[in-house]
Nanobody, 123 residues
Framework: QVHLVESGGGVVQAGDSLRLSCAAS????????MAWFRRTPGKEREFVAAIRWSDTLTYYGDSVKGRFTISRDNAKTTVWLQMNSLKPEDTAIYYC????????????????WGQGTQVTVSS
């Protein structure tokens, strides 16, 4: 069992930066991919970014490429999402997730989820 806890959300202005953290309760050897998703009211969870534990290979959703960066620590217990040049449309609840295999951008592939952290970007 892997417990994930997000932190770092808040209210910022357009153009600002924010860094989200996802702390895992234990080394996530059983998790192959760590990812961030986001959700806005009335919409399904949107894939934001993912990182492969073994070699830190990263993947990004089209809407955040070039602005967001996902990374992890060497102990494999923390994943970060650095968000730059934030836009009002980035406003959402951001979730950390972990999976051992499946479709990278599909929420149903992920067995473990955090409780989410709210990010609000004002114009």
């Amino acid at each position: 069992q892997v417990h994930l806890v997000e932190s770092g959300g808040g209210v910022v202005q357009a153009g600002d930066s924010l860094r989200l953290s996802c702390a895992a309760s234990s080394r996530t050897e059983s998790a192959y991919i760590m990812a961030w998703f986001r959700r806005t009211p009335g919409k399904e969870r949107e894939f934001v970014a993912a990182i492969r534990w073994s070699d830190t290979l990263t993947y990004y959703g089209d809407s955040v490429k070039g602005r967001f960066t996902i990374s992890r620590d060497n102990a494999k217990t923390t994943v970060w999402l650095q968000m730059n040049s934030l836009k009002p449309e980035d406003t959402a609840i951001y979730y950390c997730a972990a999976m051992s295999g499946g479709v990278l951008s599909s929420p149903s592939s992920y067995a473990y989820w955090g409780q989410g952290t709210q990010v609000t970007v004002s114009s």
